[in-house]
Each structure stands twice: as C-alpha cells, then as structure tokens.
C-alpha cells in the first residue's frame, strides 16, 4: 500500500515541489518499499521510518534510514514527543477518514 501511495504522490509532483524531509510511520519492510519506489522515480528526498519498537505504545520508537543503524532518542526528549504526537495525529486522521467513508458506504447501500 505505502508503494501505491508514495508513486501516486510522488509521479505527479515537480522537483520543486518536494518536501524536505519525509517521516513514515514503519519499520524496516516500509524503508524498503520507500527506498524502491524512490529509487525507481529517481527521487532524491531525506526520509526516515518510525517504529514503535518492541514494547509498542512505550514510548520506545526507533528511527531507521537506508545504510545507517536505526536509533532512538531519549524518551523524555521534546523532539521524541513531538514526532510521537505527529504520528499520533496522522493516525487519528487516517482512521476517522476510513470510518467516514465506511459509514458512508454503509448508507448508501
């Protein structure tokens, strides 16, 4: 799914319209699927995948980067809870949109 959505995103917009950074929420298996569909557009954008970690909902994620050991920061860092709360409120957005369309259908049927 995220290599659908980073080829549709991504074949549509100019160079100068790029972000300067790309955060995904995900481990290792979305770094690969990045890293392919980026490669496969020739798209040259920083991006970083965050994970959860092994003790989901801790406060434990890790960050992971093509040809670089994943790390995390420290728990009680500011930047820690401000990506935290970004992932959070990607999330929230994502499954009120789906339970939107859901209801919908439902409706409509």
Do not use: W
């Amino acid at each position: 799914m995220l290599e659908q959505v980073l080829l549709r995103r991504f074949s549509k917009l100019k160079t100068n319209e790029y972000p300067d950074l790309i955060i995904i929420d995900g481990g290792l298996p979305q770094l690969s699927s990045a890293q392919k569909i980026f490669s496969e557009l020739n798209i040259k954008i920083p991006f970083i995948c965050m994970s959860k970690g092994k003790n989901r909902n801790a406060g434990e994620e890790y960050f992971h980067q093509i040809n670089k050991e994943s790390f995390t920061l420290e728990k009680n860092s500011p930047l820690m809870h401000y990506l935290q709360r970004l992932r959070d409120e990607a999330h929230r957005f994502a499954i009120m949109t789906h339970r939107k369309k859901r209801d919908k259908n439902f409706l409509n049927n």
